[in-house]
């Protein structure tokens, strides 16, 4: 049987904080109608989404830092994660298959969503859109969402006046003007412009 490692990252696009990623093998009676693209899921609908795919399927979370993003970009942090995090999820996978009774021996694809797709010593496809149409891609997205909002709320609370745990780095209005007011937080991605 073939099992889809599905791998998507969350934070492209924000001015501060780190880029992550997710890597999912979902098992055969994996219930996908709970999965979705994470941007079109409620955040409470995500996290009880996460929770499921932490205890059911093969996953694995990475990150790389603001000040990493500055030095290689933001697409090389992007595929450096996925990359990362496909790591991660291939050491917990001959612990996961023992728990379902497999072989260490997996016929095992990667998909990747986007245009470009990190290298892992094998082919990898990548797929525009695919956080829609790939249940384990869609997984990969939840993980590494969820994952990065958990970080911008610790942030939160360790860097105040700055909003992220409402907009999560992201350049909204109310980001813009408190980096112009306080200065670039030291979570601050330095070559972005706000």
């Known amino acids: 049987m073939l099992y889809i490692a599905g791998l998507d990252e969350a934070g492209r696009g924000p001015l ?3 880029v992550t990623a997710g890597c999912v093998v979902l098992p055969p009676d994996f219930p996908l109608e709970i999965l979705n693209d994470s941007k079109k899921l409620s955040e409470k609908r995500r996290e009880a989404a996460e929770r499921l795919i932490k205890e059911k399927a093969c996953w694995g979370f990475a990150r790389v830092e603001h000040d990493e993003i500055d030095r290689i970009n933001i697409l090389k942090a992007s ?3 996925m ?3 496909y ?3 291939i050491a917990k996978l001959p612990a996961w298959l023992s728990s379902l009774g497999l072989s260490d021996e997996l016929d095992l694809e990667a998909v990747v969503d986007g245009l470009y ?3 892992l010593g094998f082919p ?3 797929v525009v859109k695919a956080d829609g149409s790939y249940p384990a891609v869609m997984a990969a997205s939840i993980i590494a969402k969820v994952g990065r909002d958990r970080i911008m709320k610790e942030y939160d609370a360790r860097y105040p006046g700055y909003g992220y745990a409402r907009h999560k780095g992201y350049p909204t209005k109310a980001h813009v003007e408190a980096c112009r007011r306080l200065g670039p937080s030291p979570i601050q991605r330095m070559t972005f412009s706000y």
């Open 79 to 81: 595929l450096k994660a």
């Open 117 to 119: 797709a990190p290298d």
């Open 87 to 89: 790591g991660d999820m």
């Open 83 to 85: 990359s990362l995090a």
């Open 16 to 18: 501060a904080g780190p």
């Open 124 to 126: 990898v496809r990548a």
